[in-house]
């Protein structure tokens, strides 16, 4: 599955470029729009994008996830080795399996959070232009039909900005590269 990005500059070519996208078989949970005017979009039955897929909080969620584990496997072996003689009743594995899973869930729970206040990297980039009216669409698309999409949506609307996430995109957003 490939996620395409079209920068619309209207209510109504965002809406046409949505009905499109219907008579391509596309459903309307694979169709995703936020602009400014969030509220119009939905008068005409066009699926707004959630915070799900206007933030990092999916990335940052499993940054959590992958931090915290060895955090709380680590604390949980410093907190048997200190707390000795007070912790006599739990064994060596529990403690250090619970502190792992703590660990895991405390990093899922403040990544997010965290996550929640990011843009996804398209939005970001696009951030301006929706600033001044224009709508951004997320169409998930199967990678095998990206072409066709790309070309039947540029077919009839030319001025719409196609994009895609590249991977140095990714790989800046998930903080790995510039």
Same mark, same amino acid.
């Given at each position: ?6 920068? =619309?500059?209207?209510?109504? =070519?965002?809406?046409?470029? @949505? ?14 729009? $936020? ?21 990092? #909080? !999916?990335?940052? /969620?499993? *940054? ?9 496997? #680590?604390?949980?072996?410093? /907190?048997? !080795? ?13 403690? %250090?399996?619970?502190?792992? !899973? ?9 990544? $997010?959070? %965290?996550?929640?206040? #990011? ?19 997320? #169409?998930?698309?199967? @990678?095998? *039909?990206?072409?066709?999409?790309? $070309? ?7 001025? +719409? +900005?196609?994009?895609?996430?590249? *991977? ?11």
């Amino acid at each position: 599955m490939s996620r395409l990005y079209f920068l =619309t500059p209207d209510l109504d =070519t965002t809406v046409n470029i @949505a009905h499109e996208l219907n008579d391509l078989k596309l459903k309307k949970h694979e169709v995703h729009v $936020t602009g400014r005017d969030w509220k119009l979009l939905e008068k005409q039955g066009v699926h707004n994008a959630t915070l799900r897929e206007t933030t990092d #909080v !999916v990335n940052a /969620a499993m *940054r959590g996830l992958k931090y915290g584990v060895p955090l709380g496997l #680590v604390l949980g072996i410093i /907190a048997y !080795v200190v707390l000795d003689r007070a912790i006599d009743g739990v064994s060596f594995i529990l403690l %250090i399996l619970g502190m792992a !899973v703590f660990g895991g869930l405390f990093g899922i729970w403040s990544s $997010t959070m %965290i996550g929640v206040s #990011v843009h996804d990297v398209k939005v970001d980039k696009f951030e301006d232009d929706i600033e001044n009216g224009a709508f951004l669409m997320m #169409v998930d698309v199967p @990678a095998d *039909r990206e072409d066709e999409i790309y $070309t039947a949506i540029h077919r009839h609307h030319p001025d +719409v +900005v196609i994009d895609k996430v590249t *991977r140095d995109e990714l790989r800046h957003h998930w903080g790995a590269g510039r």
